[in-house]
């Protein structure tokens, strides 16, 4: 009972983001990546990685971050462009484990932020002292 009431105690305490991934690796149920504060397990940083090369794929998640809806819609002539991918990217990296600081508005995020947290993620992946 006693530890049960830690682990409820400990998740109050955690950011919503990393909150599943946290649990998930305290558990034991998943194997895990020691990144940026937090323990992701190997599914999510996948996930997560493919959403930063989105994202940060030519630079284009600097311009998608400037852009409203509207103006990436007319740009894109309702196609699923590098652009719609970028934007759709961001929303995701803005629930990931990733640590960088949110804005409540895109334009007033960032974007290098973003950039450096999925470098560290990338090379936290490819080392094995990182993994449990």
């Not at 652009?83 to 484990?97: F, G, K, Q, T």
């Not at 640590?99 to 895109?106: L, S, Y």
């Amino acid at each position: 009972m006693k530890t049960l009431l830690s682990v409820a105690i400990l998740c109050t305490m955690l950011p919503l983001h990393s909150m599943a991934a946290s649990v998930q690796c305290m558990l034991g149920v998943s194997r895990c990546i020691k990144s940026q504060g937090t323990e992701i397990p190997s599914k999510k940083a996948i996930e997560v990685l493919d959403r930063c090369a989105e994202f940060t794929a030519n630079d284009i998640g600097r311009v998608a971050m400037k852009l409203s809806y509207k103006e990436i819609n007319d740009r894109s002539k309702e196609k699923l462009t590098p652009l719609v991918r970028a934007r759709h990217a961001y929303v995701d990296l803005i629930d990931s484990p990733l640590t960088f600081d949110r804005k409540r508005k895109a334009e007033e995020t960032d974007y290098f932020e973003i950039k450096r947290a999925c470098g560290a993620l990338e090379r936290d992946f490819h080392d094995d002292s990182k993994w449990k």
